[in-house]
Antibody, heavy 121, light 107 residues
Framework: EVQLVESGGGLVQPGGSLRLSCVAS????????MTWVRQAPGKGLEWVANIHQGGSEKHYVDSVKGRFTISRDNAKNSLYLQMNSLRAEDTALYYCARDPTRGGGYNFDYWGQGTLVTVSS | DIQMTQSPSSVSASVGDRVTIPCRASQGISSWLAWYQQQPGKAPKLLIY???TLQSGVPSRFSGSGSGTDFTLTISGLQPEDFATYYC?????????FGGGTKVEIK
């Protein structure tokens, strides 16, 4: 059974940092593009970043470029999102998700339960 | 960036109804479109990819159509568990973008 379990969310002050983690199981993690998607309270979905199987290719939404870094450790079946210079508008539930297409189809067939990030003073 | 527009933001329907949910892209995306269902308090669920391909395990009452800029998700014979919010997402180019969602509510 495919499982994605996020952690690392919490309350942080504006300008602060957090590192989100997502541990994967039930599939060959090193074969999959992986993605972070966020959802602000009561709002829609926003794609944040994704990363190639080997970590060599990464893409970000403009609003997080230069502040967030996506990475992975295939030996630990883990995906990460380092978030720096956090802003109030980064407040959201952050999901990690799997891309089912080895070459990158950019849709997402398995999602975690999400980890909540709240940026507030 | 490609903007994805879902209008209306909500539709009212009854069990057994046929419901169509439109999605429009700001520029042509061929068939690079996915649809998701999100129940309250739950993660999104992939329904359709490549505009019309049904994801494994998704009931056949869900179908997708369209190409270029105009797309439609159709639910044929609405079931109680289908009352949810539906999002389209373009998979054509970065940044990947979602529509604002259409909530299917009970009439």
């Amino acid at each position: 059974e495919v499982q994605l379990v996020e952690s690392g969310g919490g309350l942080v002050q504006p300008g602060g940092s957090l590192r989100l983690s997502c541990v994967a199981s039930g599939f060959t993690f090193s074969n999959s593009w992986m993605t972070w998607v966020r959802q602000a309270p009561g709002k829609g979905l926003e794609w944040v970043a994704n990363i190639h199987q080997g970590g060599s290719e990464k893409h970000y939404v403009d609003s997080v470029k230069g502040r967030f870094t996506i990475s992975r450790d295939n030996a630990k079946n883990s995906l990460y999102l380092q978030m720096n210079s956090l802003r109030a508008e980064d407040t959201a539930l952050y999901y990690c998700a799997r891309d089912p297409t080895r070459g990158g189809g950019y849709n997402f067939d398995y999602w975690g339960q999400g980890t909540l990030v709240t940026v507030s003073s | 960036d490609i903007q994805m527009t879902q209008s209306p933001s909500s539709v009212s329907a009854s069990v057994g109804d046929r419901v169509t949910i439109p999605c429009r892209a700001s520029q042509g995306i061929s068939s690079w479109l996915a649809w998701y269902q999100q129940q309250p308090g739950k993660a999104p669920k992939l329904l359709i990819y490549d505009a019309s391909t049904l994801q494994s395990g998704v009931p056949s009452r869900f179908s997708g159509s369209g190409s270029g800029t105009d797309f439609t998700l159709t639910i044929s014979g609405l079931q109680p568990e289908d009352f949810a919010t539906y999002y389209c997402q373009q998979t054509n180019s970065f940044p990947l973008t979602f529509g604002g969602g259409t909530k299917v509510e009970i009439k």
